[in-house]
């Protein structure tokens, strides 16, 4: 059935109003002085949930096979809308650190959230865009915002340091990606996915197109943080305001394995047994790498940098089982958005106790200043206990439930030995989450300050804590949404 034009606009309806929004927030910030950030920051706010209420009636009026609009480049599934919740979600939590984090009250405050939303609106076109260069366009939008959120600190060496080396490795990972695209197009004649999925069972052009399949994939590669191509990672995180670190750690990642899981399970699932190994070695890899690392750091944001590539690695088991099809395939699917779910509310968490921290004189990101926090703050204590055991993987927590998912995936994929290794690094793990522990609950304060909390920063982590543990006493809800999201 053709559609008319104004049922395409509808399709992207949430993108258009927080594209819109973006550009009132910079009409209002002409305005404002620059004392009155925070208003710009509470509009961001209600914009975002706006758009969630928008995302969330779009769910429930959807057709279970989804809609295509513009000629077959967007789609409008289950898969996308619950994505695109998920990215609104870390987006919403990082407004809420943002309003929090005092440092950013020396910057302008119009374009620092103008740009975490247009950002969110790249993420949103991501995980709905069924042509390779719309994607490219999207991956574009969002990265471009996400570098110069990085360098947001014009008065700090280390965030402009940050942003630049992000900014140099991205881009060179863009060309290729860019590459890539263009020998797909050369092999089967398209850069739409479901063509190219029909055109990839021919013999003619097999190793061209295998060859720009292995270029996205390296591409890919670098925007979730694999290994080897996580390189920028720790300085990115580190250097970066804790906001937007949370912001890239999450909803940016989350978006890069949305894009992945519609490439490689749309268009190359066919070709599923020739990339399925690759994957695999790069999940392994990115586990034990990032989790050896995550053991040797003294600096919260770097061991958290360090966490995310072995959760990277985690969640690309449930690539393994896409890629290998039958049943394993729908059951990677459902683990894969499970876990982006959930691994958001841990790590937006997270950041938000290292914001916390941040006072005075002390910066706030170094294990050894959670010392005593205890003492002075028992139920922040309590809750960040939550986070890291749930970060491990601990029963009763949502990790747990997370890593239950991908772990079943990828036996039945028949990849036991994946999940053999993934089992021995959750255990590698223990140690770093559980030391953050110990200094909260055996060592001595650093400091006899007390912490201080605004609403918002209570609010983000709040939120947090009781969806983690929400979720890992009763994720029935949550898995019964998953399983409506499979990607066709």
């Known amino acids: 059935m053709t559609m008319s034009w104004t049922q395409q606009i509808a399709t992207i309806l949430p993108e258009l109003l927080l594209t819109g929004y973006a550009f009132v927030l910079l009409l209002v910030t002409l305005s404002l002085r620059k ?56 987006t919403l939590m990082a407004i809420l650190l943002s309003l929090h984090f005092k440092d950013l009250e020396r910057e302008s405050a119009g374009e620092y959230y103008a740009l975490l939303l247009i950002a969110t609106v790249g993420m949103m076109f991501m995980a709905s865009s069924q042509n390779l260069v719309m994607i490219l366009v999207s991956l574009e939008t969002m990265a471009l915002c996400t570098y110069l959120l990085v360098g947001y600190l014009q008065h700090e060496r280390r965030s402009n340091e940050a942003a630049l080396k992000y900014f140099i490795l991205g881009a060179f990972s863009s060309g290729i990606f860019a590459y890539g695209i263009s020998l797909v197009y050369g092999a089967t004649g398209s850069v739409d996915l479901l063509a190219i999925a029909k055109a990839s069972h021919l013999e003619a052009g097999r190793p061209v197109l295998m060859l720009g ?40 990642k989350a978006a890069a394995f949305a894009v992945f899981l519609r490439i490689f399970a749309q268009g190359f699932g066919s070709l599923g ?43 690309l088991m449930a690539l393994v089982a896409v890629g290998s099809g039958g049943e394993a395939a729908r059951l990677g699917v459902t683990a894969m958005v499970v876990y982006l779910l959930i691994y958001t509310l841990m790590n937006m968490g997270a950041f938000g106790f290292v914001i916390m921290l941040r006072r005075g004189n002390l910066a706030g990101d170094r294990v050894a200043d959670f010392a005593g926090m205890s003492r002075r703050a028992p139920l922040a204590a309590a809750s960040m206990l939550i986070l890291m055991l749930s970060l491990a993987g601990i029963p009763a927590t949502a990790g747990f439930i997370g890593k239950w998912y991908l772990f079943a995936a990828a036996i039945r994929a028949d990849y036991t ?8 690094n959750s255990t590698i793990s223990l140690y770093y989450y559980i030391r ?22 209570v609010g983000a982590l709040a939120l947090s804590v009781v969806l983690t543990l929400f979720i890992g006493l009763y994720p029935q809800p949550l898995i019964e949404f998953a399983r409506a999201a499979f990607l066709g």
Not at 35 to 60: E, I, K, N
Not at 63 to 81: E, K, N, Q, R, Y
Not at 417 to 424: D, E, K, N
């Open 436 to 457: 953050v522990v110990v200094y909260m609950y055996v060592m001595e304060p650093v400091d006899e300050e007390r912490y201080h909390a605004s609403p918002f920063l």
């Open 35 to 90: 004392d009155q950030g925070r208003l710009v920051g509470y509009l961001s706010l209600l914009c975002t949930v706006v758009t969630m209420g928008l995302v969330a009636r779009a769910w429930w009026a959807l057709p279970a096979s989804g809609v295509t609009s513009f000629s077959g480049m967007v789609i409008l599934d289950p898969f996308g809308l619950f994505l695109k919740m998920v990215f609104l979600l870390g």
């Open 213 to 252: 399949v292995l270029l996205m994939m390296v591409s890919l590669g670098f925007k979730i943080a694999a290994v080897p191509f996580h390189m920028w990672v720790p300085d990115a995180y580190e250097g970066a305001p804790s906001p937007i670190t949370a912001f890239i750690a999450t909803a940016a």
């Open 417 to 424: 030995w994946l999940a053999v290794v993934a089992v021995i």
């Open 273 to 315: 047994g020739e990339w399925t190994g690759l994957v695999a070695f790069l999940a392994a890899a990115s586990m034990t790498v990032g989790n050896v690392a995550a053991i040797m750091q003294d600096n919260m944001k770097r061991m958290l940098a360090y966490s995310s590539i072995a959760h990277g690695g985690y969640a």
